[in-house]
């Protein structure tokens, strides 16, 4: 059974970067792509991009000049990387294995911009 | 973008009867080449993450109860619960993964009535 876990800060500064890590349990990463998906406070679910297990990537328009993900296939690992928050970026963090709909998410994890 | 519309936002339904939430595209997410929708619903409940129902628009994901059901296709899709029960209290979710950027509705909430 794959499973999904999230990783990292829980509290950023405004202008810092948001760095997270998704360890991929229970299955291997490759020939799988990988989502990074955010839920702000009482809103909707935003898809923030992907990344390929060769290592190419897709991101959201709206946020492709702070974003990076990026993957470790050695550690079955993928990452996000948000330059620049601001309280906008207040949000729970999930990830998820892109396919057919999103058949496996991690159980998500809340990253608070404040100073 | 693919702008994904659901209506109603709310609904409160008695236990034991159905509940429908629409879901529309603003551009056809029928890929010609094989014929299927790329849509799917989730169903979530605070503080989980959601879950896949349906994709393909009308296949239903392992496990899942056969009172959940997807129609439609095109632009205008359907998800029915033919019986409401307690558990089924949640915010619901379409999602299309036609092209990127991949994009969800702005969630349908259910409740009992």
């Known amino acids: 059974q794959v499973q999904l876990q999230e990783s990292g800060p829980g509290l950023v500064k405004p202008s810092e970067t948001l760095s997270l890590t998704c360890t991929v349990s229970?299955?291997?990463?490759?020939?799988?792509?990988w989502s990074w998906i955010r839920q702000p406070p009482g809103k909707g679910l935003e898809w923030i991009g992907y990344v390929y297990s060769s290592g190419s990537t897709n991101y959201n328009p709206s946020l492709k000049s702070r974003v990076t993900i990026s993957v470790d296939t050695s550690k079955n690992q993928f990452s996000l990387k948000l330059t620049s928050v601001t309280a906008a970026d207040t949000a729970v963090y999930y990830c998820?294995?892109?396919?057919?709909?999103?058949?496996?998410w991690g159980q998500g994890t809340l990253v608070t911009v404040s100073s | 973008d693919i702008v994904m519309t659901q209506s109603p936002d709310s609904l409160a339904v008695s236990l034991g009867e159905r509940a429908t939430i629409n879901c529309k595209s603003s551009q056809s997410v029928l890929y010609s080449s094989d014929n299927k929708n790329y849509l799917a619903w989730y169903l979530h409940k605070p503080g989980q993450p959601p879950k896949l129902l349906i994709y393909w628009a009308s296949t239903r994901e392992s496990g899942v109860p056969d009172r959940f059901s997807g129609s439609g296709s095109g632009t205008d899709f359907t998800l029915t619960i033919s019986s409401l029960q307690a558990e089924d209290v949640a915010v619901y979710y379409c999602?299309?993964?036609?092209?990127?950027?991949?994009?969800f509705g702005q969630g349908t909430k259910v409740e009992i009535k």
């Open positions: 229970g299955g291997s990463i490759s020939s799988y792509y």
């Open positions: 998820a294995r892109d396919g057919s709909g999103y058949t496996h």
């Open positions: 999602q299309q993964y036609y092209n990127t950027p991949r994009t």
